[in-house]
């Protein structure tokens, strides 16, 4: 008699489970636009919501602990012209996260420390360059402030958030739509997928082509009859990919392994409605005591539930298998570093004792060609010091604090004329009330 021999694997128990009401957020109007991206991004402090907008396009940005229902007044990020269609966190700074929008452009926001008590219409800088919509957004995993955007235009193009500047533009190199984008691990490589159905390696720094076309796949699962397109999340800590079907129920997860036949199904988490996009949290942002290994952010039509996968343990001790050294906040190389050909890996962090977030600084951009208009001419030998205090240029501190101000008091008025909204809302209902 021959016996089937089960693969040793610690992740065959992974247990997925969605959390109580009270612990999701509600009343949430999810974004109906018509694209295929995860429509939420998460990091340890903030979950953001792309959300429904008239006049334009808007995301919510809720602090983690702020569960239950959401007002509908609670103010948002709104200031593309066109719906958004795609956002993501930076991986260095808690505090920065960038949208793409059918207006064309990708913005970089800077969220106050506890979260928005006023709408948000300024972003730091505003990157033009994409001709259509851009649907992709995805920051380097270890360089500080580059960016990757991807539009309708086929082309992609990476920034220096810091200048402002579009420093790569990787043209003439997709025949069709970028279905999506990602780096590798130390974002020396990019990889996408086109609708050509074609997947594509580039090195985007000598702007070649090094891999295409694979031709014959190491694996083929078959998943299902589902046409919904699929959201993969990959744990390089725990080689886990988790799949979520878009318009589906279920999430299943697979082990990735050296040796044939490579990808291993472990189980799958169920539930009853279908999820409209999905959000994964970083993770230094698990809880490390309850063995989480991943959690989602499950968005419904009116809701955003969190998922959490856990490995079940009885020891109440730290579980060093299931927490290897992880990618922390800290940047390995700066931007100028890497687009001059330097290549940083992921600098890892111990969750041995909880991750601990740090005070993130603000992001500055300094434009170049603001530098240049901003230096102050050399003095010349006449100039008395009557003439120059009465210099018409502000200084380069003014102008940012004149800008800061101004920031502020749009933000007020856009505060006031929503409470006026809400007023006159609520009159008009007292009045029905009243007859």
């Known amino acids: 008699m021959f016996r089937r021999v089960v693969r040793a694997s610690k992740f065959r128990h992974v247990f997925g489970q969605a959390l109580k009401n009270d612990q999701c957020y509600d009343d949430i109007r999810v974004s109906r636009v018509t694209w295929d991206s995860s429509f939420c991004a998460v990091n340890p402090k903030f979950v953001a919501i792309i959300i429904e907008a008239s006049g334009g396009g808007a995301f919510l940005v ?145 702007e070649k082509i090094v891999a295409k076309s694979m031709e014959e796949p190491i694996s083929v699962h078959e998943l299902d009859t589902s046409n919904g397109v699929l959201l993969p999340f990959y744990d390089a800590d725990t080689n886990i990919v988790y799949l979520c079907g878009k318009g589906d129920s279920s999430i299943r997860y697979f082990e990735i392994t050296d040796e044939a036949p490579f990808v291993h199904y472990l189980n799958t988490f169920s539930s009853k409605e279908p999820q409209r996009g999905m959000g994964y949290m970083p993770k230094r942002g698990l809880d490390v005591n309850k063995c989480e290994i991943a959690r989602f952010y499950k968005l419904h039509e009116r809701k955003c539930e969190p998922i959490i996968m856990t490995v079940p343990r009885k020891s109440d001790l730290f579980q060093d298998d299931l927490y290897p050294d992880t990618a922390g906040p800290d940047c390995a190389i700066e931007a100028e570093d890497w687009f001059d050909g330097k290549n940083g890996e992921p600098i890892l962090i111990s969750l041995k004792n909880g991750y601990v977030p740090g005070k993130n600084r603000d992001l500055k951009v300094v434009k170049k060609s603001n530098v240049l208009e901003g230096k102050p001419a050399k003095k010349a030998a006449n100039t008395s010091p009557a003439e120059s205090k009465a210099s018409p240029h502000p200084s380069i501190q003014n102008e940012g604090k004149l800008e800061e101000l101004l920031r502020e008091v749009k933000s007020l008025r856009d505060l006031v004329t929503l409470q006026d909204r809400r007023i006159a809302k609520l009159e008009d209902e007292m009045s029905k009330v009243a007859i």
């Open 62 to 206: 809720l602090p983690l602990l702020k569960t239950g229902r959401i007002d509908k007044a609670y103010p948002t990020v709104c200031g593309h012209t066109g719906p958004v269609l795609d956002i993501d966190w930076c991986p260095h700074n808690d505090h920065v996260i960038a949208s793409g929008s059918e207006d064309c452009t990708v913005m970089v926001w800077q969220i106050p420390e506890n979260g928005l008590v006023t709408p948000l219409a300024e972003p730091v800088v505003v990157l033009e360059g994409h001709s259509k919509r851009v649907g992709i957004i995805t920051w380097h995993p270890t360089a500080r402030n580059v960016l990757m955007s991807a539009g309708c235009d086929n082309l992609i193009i990476i920034w220096n958030v810091g200048t402002g500047e579009a420093m790569i533009q990787l043209e003439d190199m997709h025949p069709d739509v970028i279905f999506s984008a990602c780096w590798s691990r130390n974002g020396a490589l990019i990889c996408t997928a086109c609708k050509d159905k074609n997947i594509r390696v580039i090195d985007p720094r000598k």
